[in-house]
Structures are given as C-alpha cells and as structure tokens.
C-alpha cells in the first residue's frame, strides 16, 4: 500500500452481519457464498488473525458476530458467547502480540446483562484494548448512548476503548463523555460522494443548485485545503461532472471537521470542561432530538 502510519484493521465481522443473506454461522466459522460467482468461502477466527497479521495490522480486531440490535435475547446470548469463545481462539492464532495490538469486541446487543457479561468475559482474556461493537445499526441515539455508559464502567480505564461504525460529530462528543478513546466510520467520505459536506453551520449539499455560483469555502470556518483553496461552485462543478477530484475534496474537508472536534474534545478534556463543549457544539451546529443528520 506504500502507506507508512498507522494500520487498523477489522475482522470480517461486520460483514458476517452485513451479508447475512448470504452467510451460515457455525461453531467453527461463517461459510459465504460469493456475491460476484457463487462461490463458497469460509473465514474462521485463526484465519481472520492470520490474515490481519499479514497485513501488519498495528491495531486488529478479533473474529465476531455483530447480532441485531432488536434480536431476541435468548439468541443473542447464544451468540456472544460464540464470539467470546470465537476471541479465546483468536488470541490463541495471533503470532505478534508484542507488536500487533489485538482487541476483542463487546456484543450483547440492548441488553445490559448481556453486554456486561460479554465485557467481563473479554477483560478476563487480558486484550490490550477493548471494542464496543453492534451498535449504530438501527436504535436510537438515546438507546445507544444507554448502552455504552454501562459498557465502558465495565472496561479497563488505563487499556483503549474503541467504539466501532461510529462517526457523526454528536456522537463522538457523546462517547468520549461515556468514556470512549477511539471511533472509526465510513459516513464522512460516504457521504461527501454525494456531495454532502459537514460545516460548523450543519449539513451542506454542495452539489445543490443554489451553490453554482457561491464563491465561498465549503465552510468559511475551516481551515483545510479544500477550503483555503476552492469555492463551492468549483466543487460542485467537479461532482456534477463527475470529476473524482471533487469528492476527494469533500472527502478531505469532512476528514479534517471530524479530526479538528476531536482535536477539540481533546483539549476540553484537559481543560475539564467536555460537557460545555457539548453544550456549546450542539447549540452552534444545529443538533437537535428531531434532526440529528446536521452532523
């Protein structure tokens, strides 16, 4: 990849529960059939460790089923307790814990009992750092902000805590206050493909008539390259003729708001004040209980 930082990897895991029409879990794995030719394929907790030591993963993650938020309890237990065995199995194949970092992931879906136990199961094992996994899959914010207070008491204080497929700016606010150290998500570059921009004034659409002459920044606040340098007709001139270069840079400007509020939840932290930042973010970028989609 010629790519010189940091490497994080998942397992497969998410796509055990993404492509469940075409997937069978077992003791032993998940069997796939392949979306482009049928073919079977099988992926085992050694084999997802195998292949992220491979790739020389600096952080990986251990081989899981992310269960459905509103499935069953019963099934749900059934099934975090495969994962958690699933994680025994992983820590067993991993060939470079002294320089590869392997965490294992919380499941347990809303129930609180759940979720303790899978934690509990997984601080016995002793990972270095620790996944909050199954969430951001269809519940509410509320729901979701329940479930990880009761989680992270549940998780070391001096090992990472790591909250997975999570990334508008409400919620990082709201998960480093719980108690979260890393995120990661697809919606900052998914949705600057479509010309959706994260601004310090809400959710802008570039690619809307209204921009094609606006010879402004993206974001007038920001200081990234795509703001220093290009207005917001020249974007959407780029994206409306599907010039790669224009979502490269929504993608920049959206990477560069999501770093610059965790530069700034940083900073609240040390200066003890994380909750005024809150208060404070959520009045100026327009959150709201009926419109959390202003990122």
């Known amino acids: 990849m010629n790519w010189d930082q940091g490497i994080l990897t998942d397992s497969g895991g998410f796509q055990v529960w993404s492509l469940s029409d075409s997937?069978?879990?077992?003791?032993?794995?998940?069997?796939?059939k392949n979306h482009l030719n049928g073919s079977k394929m099988f992926l085992s907790p050694e084999k997802a460790i195998q292949i992220q030591?491979?790739?020389?993963?600096?952080?990986?993650?251990?081989?899981?089923?992310?269960?459905?938020?509103?499935?069953?309890h019963d099934y749900v237990e059934k099934s975090l307790e495969r994962t958690s065995r699933w994680a025994e199995r992983?820590?067993?194949?991993?060939?470079?814990?002294?320089?590869?970092?392997?965490?294992?992931?919380?499941?347990?879906?809303?129930?609180?009992?759940?979720?303790?136990?899978?934690?509990?199961?997984?601080?016995g094992m002793n990972f270095p750092g620790y996944s909050i996994g199954g969430l951001s899959v269809g519940e509410s914010k509320e729901e979701m902000n329940e479930v990880l207070e009761y989680t992270t008491a549940c998780l070391p204080e001096n090992k990472p805590r790591y909250l997975m497929g999570v990334g508008t700016a409400d919620s990082l606010i709201d998960g480093a206050i719980r108690g979260v150290d890393m995120f990661?998500?697809?919606?900052p570059t998914r949705i600057?493909?479509?010309?959706?921009?994260?601004?310090?004034?809400?959710?802008?659409?570039?690619k809307n008539a209204?921009?094609?002459?606006?010879?402004?920044?993206?974001?007038?606040?920001?200081?990234?390259?795509?703001c220093r340098n290009y207005t917001r007709a020249y974007v959407r001139h780029l994206i409306k003729?599907?010039?790669?270069?224009?979502?490269?840079l929504t993608s920049y400007h959206n990477l560069y708001f999501l770093?610059?509020?965790?530069?700034?939840?940083?900073?609240a932290i040390r200066e003890d004040n994380l909750l005024e930042l809150r208060q404070d973010f959520f009045e100026k970028y327009g959150f709201n209980k009926a419109n959390s989609r202003n990122f």
């Open 90 to 123: 992983g820590l067993k194949a991993h060939q470079h814990p002294e320089k590869q970092g392997l965490f294992g992931i919380v499941q347990g879906a809303g129930y609180k009992d759940l979720r303790i136990q899978s934690a509990k199961e997984l601080v």
């Open 210 to 226: 209204q921009y094609a002459r606006d010879f402004r920044p993206i974001d007038e606040n920001c200081g990234c390259y795509t």
């Open 23 to 32: 997937r069978n879990i077992v003791e032993e794995g998940v069997h796939f």
């Open 184 to 187: 990661d998500c697809v919606l």
């Open 192 to 206: 600057a493909r479509n010309g959706t921009c994260m601004t310090s004034e809400g959710r802008l659409v570039v």
């Open 53 to 72: 030591n491979k790739l020389g993963s600096d952080i990986m993650m251990s081989l899981d089923e992310c269960a459905p938020y509103y499935e069953s």
């Open 259 to 267: 770093l610059d509020v965790m530069r700034k939840v940083r900073q």
């Open 241 to 248: 003729c599907d010039e790669t270069f224009g979502i490269r």
